[in-house]
């Protein structure tokens, strides 16, 4: 596989679950992220892993909690969520290092749906 | 946090039109970035400029860096079906090594 994979694509869970979004990359970059795309808003970026160390939290609810086993594998992992948590969870990697041109590369998302 | 806007927030034209979209701040930038995202998909990397008043072409998109530096501008030649999605700019926070993006504009291509 290339580029950056991100599983599941879909997700419902209710409000007192426990689910893990994962997301692995194959390019051999040293920097993950996790960003939140909701409707008419931004993206909000949520968490910053570089070599494998968090480097930024901004404040998210720890109702979300990230985990970077490794440079290639990032999770997100999901409990007690509210309804407008709801949102396009979105998994991006990158160079760091190697000037103004690197940019990101990101998943395709999961969509999650708490009810 | 410096404030991206872009402008317009939708956009609904017909195949064969021209169109150009907008990316202002108050600030000034050391680069600007431009994705795309499909519906169903992540934001996918168009490009970066750098340098004010720079004019890049990837096939009918024209980039453009403001000469200040401060807004960059994307212009589509003959719009088709395939360019729907949503245009974001994004610029780079040296300090923490991370971009910040602007929320976008919605573009519709109706055949």
């Known amino acids: 596989e290339t580029g950056v994979t991100q599983t599941p694509r879909h997700l419902v869970m209710g409000m007192t679950n426990k689910k893990s979004l994962k997301c692995e990359q194959h390019?051999?970059?040293?920097?993950m992220y996790w960003y939140k795309q909701s409707a008419k808003k931004p993206l909000e970026l949520m968490f910053v892993?570089?070599?494998?160390?968090?480097?930024e939290n901004n404040s998210v609810p720890s109702r979300f909690s990230p985990e970077c086993p490794n440079s290639s594998h990032l999770f997100l992992h999901l409990h007690t969520l509210q309804p407008e948590d709801s949102a396009l969870y979105l998994c991006?990697?990158?160079?760091?290092?190697?000037?103004?041109?690197?940019?990101?590369?990101f998943g395709s998302g999961t969509r999650l749906t708490v009810v | 946090t410096q404030l991206l806007e872009q402008s317009p927030q939708f956009l609904s034209i017909q195949e064969g039109e021209n169109l150009t979209v907008y990316c202002n701040s108050s600030?000034?930038?050391?680069?600007l970035q431009w994705y795309r995202q499909e519906p169903g998909e992540g934001p996918v990397l168009l490009v970066t400029?750098?340098?004010?008043?720079e004019v890049k072409k990837l096939k009918r998109l024209t980039f453009q860096f403001g000469d200040a530096r401060k807004d960059s501008s994307l212009h589509i030649t003959a719009a088709q079906p395939g360019d729907t999605g949503l245009y974001l700019c994004?610029?780079?926070?040296?300090?923490?090594?991370?971009?910040?993006f602007g929320s976008g504009t919605k573009l519709n291509v109706k055949p």
């Open positions: 892993y570089s070599l494998e160390e968090r480097v």
């Open positions: 600030s000034v930038f050391s680069s």
């Open positions: 991006a990697s990158s160079q760091e290092g190697t000037g103004l041109y690197y940019g990101y590369t």
């Open positions: 400029v750098v340098t004010g008043g």
């Open positions: 994004a610029y780079r926070d040296y300090n923490f090594n991370k971009f910040y």
């Open positions: 390019l051999g970059h040293n920097a």
